[in-house]
T-cell receptor, first 115, second 114 residues
Framework: AQKVTQAQTEISVVEKEDVTLDCVYE???????LFWYKQPPSGELVFLIR??????QNEISGRYSWNFQKSTSSFNFTITASQVVDSAVYFC????????????FGSGTKLNVKP | DGGITQSPKYLFRKEGQNVTLSCEQN?????MYWYRQDPGQGLRLIYY???????QKGDIAEGYSVSREKKESFPLTVTSAQKNPTAFYLC?????????????FGNGTRLTVT
């Protein structure tokens, strides 16, 4: 069974629109970590955020915000007032405390922001 | 600046040839990883290493080999036994072998085998 599911394969928006990228995860561990990474066309994955399973507070960083809900096993990522530079593939990942060398990555969501 | 360097960026090989992808880091990280990325499939773990002279197979290790003779270096060899070697390969490292350490990635090597 897939540990991390990103059901949205590709999303296209017009600049300044808000967009939410969905991430649903599956784990039996009570302690785990969730991550979001951005992969621009250059190819390198850039770390955006880490969240542990005990911290359900939403986080905001500039135009980025993350909504973590354990009840629905979701860790969604919202970009407010999107910009062309936000165009990239975004990956959600899960790390479990007892299997910590294995990061389970979702299949990624490609975001196209058009001017 | 600290980071992970992968070389070359693009690599072309004939079928049946072994090829080695380079990965060097100057972040002083203990753990290093190799991932393979195929379109629409996310990242899949090939091998990882927690310390020098030790490494473990990931989910898709068949047809690949690695070495970890130095902390800074973790080269990946794609052997002729790998049935579908054409892919984008990403090397990563983390500060420690714990679940809360984010991965730091290199720019990747795109391998094409014909």
């Amino acid at each position: 069974a897939q540990k991390v599911t990103q059901a949205q394969t590709e999303i296209s928006v017009v600049e300044k629109e808000d967009v939410t990228l969905d991430c649903v995860y599956e784990t039996r561990d009570t302690t785990y970590y969730l991550f979001w990474y951005k992969q621009p066309p250059s190819g390198e994955l850039v770390f955006l955020i880490r969240r542990n399973s005990f911290d359900e507070q939403n986080e905001i960083s500039g135009r980025y915000s993350w909504n973590f809900q354990k009840s629905t096993s979701s860790f969604n990522f919202t970009i407010t007032a999107s910009q062309v530079v936000d165009s990239a593939v975004y990956f959600c990942a899960l790390s479990e405390i007892y299997n910590f060398n294995k990061f389970y990555f979702g299949s990624g969501t490609k975001l196209n922001v058009k001017p | 600046d600290g980071g992970i360097t992968q070389s070359p960026k693009y690599l072309f090989r004939k079928e049946g040839q072994n090829v080695t992808l380079s990965c060097e880091q100057n972040l002083n990280h203990d753990a290093m990883y190799w991932y393979r990325q195929d379109p629409g499939q996310g990242l899949r773990l090939i091998y990882y290493s927690q310390i020098v002279n030790d490494f473990q197979k990931g989910d898709i290790a068949e047809g690949y080999s690695v070495s970890r003779e130095k902390k800074e270096s973790f080269p990946l060899t794609v052997t002729s036994a790998q049935k579908n070697p054409t892919a984008f390969y990403l090397c990563a490292s983390s500060i420690s072998d714990s679940s809360n350490s984010p991965l730091h990635f290199g720019n990747g090597t795109r391998l094409t085998v014909t």
